[in-house]
């Protein structure tokens, strides 16, 4: 079943829901919100403070950091890019079987998004629901000159509680920390005791999320970097969205051609950076 639904604001979304689970999609950022596999928890979290206000991007889920992640070079641009904010246009929906329903969703270049970044293209969102959540971002330059690229798929994901968990996979790679500013190597699991922000390199295996109650793993391809985030106490004080207890259930593990990942994409080259939820 899709269906096409409002919130009492008038904040557009589809739902999504077949034998195998239900999603969530808001049209505004092509921000899926919401996915769960039917009696389980759902897998992304999502902050009960987030607004669902047109021109701010939703607070959890996925948001799609498009067509620069973290703050552009010119610092009056907002961070993380103008995708998440804007109308996306539904394309298509197609239940390819009971367990399986595929959603796509467009954004291309506009007056606004000109005054931004001046370059035409075209981004699609294939999203596949099923037992596992598939995220396919699809970049193309519809422009006559090259253009530079970063981007992530900034997953927030649902935690018992953050003394619970522990991240695996990225043993001995290098990392640069937004804290200390400092290049670093990483030694073992992640676990986290402090305010952490890193965008990690040379990813090349999937991630797992190890909770108490489940592990998550997340297959990534087109992407050699991920960032790793939980903004602890203090900064989740000072965040948007957010209740000041918010970052003991979530941690924000992302998909990314971020930093020295970037993607140059020459006139009519495209780029697929693409994530698998499994749990
Ligand atoms: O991906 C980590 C990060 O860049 C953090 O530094 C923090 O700013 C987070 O993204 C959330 O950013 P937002 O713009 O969504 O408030």
Redesign the pocket.
Known sequence: MVEFKKRENGFEYIEIVNESATAKIALQGGHIFYYAQHDKEPLLWLSDESEFKLGK?IRGGI?VCWPWF?MSEDDSLP??GFARTSMWEFISSKEKNSKTTQITLKLTHSKESLSLWNYHFELLLHVSISDSLEVELKTINLDKKEFKLTQAL?SYFNISHIKNVHIKGLHVKPYFD?LTKKQCLQDGDIYFTKET?RVYQEVDKPIILVDKTRDITIKNEGSDSA?I?NPWIDKCKR??GMSDDAYLGFV?I?TANAFNDFIILKPQEFHLLKMILLS
Do not use: R, Y
């Open positions: 991007a948001p973290g961070q993380h900034h937004a922000d960032v985030w965040m948007s924000c992302e």
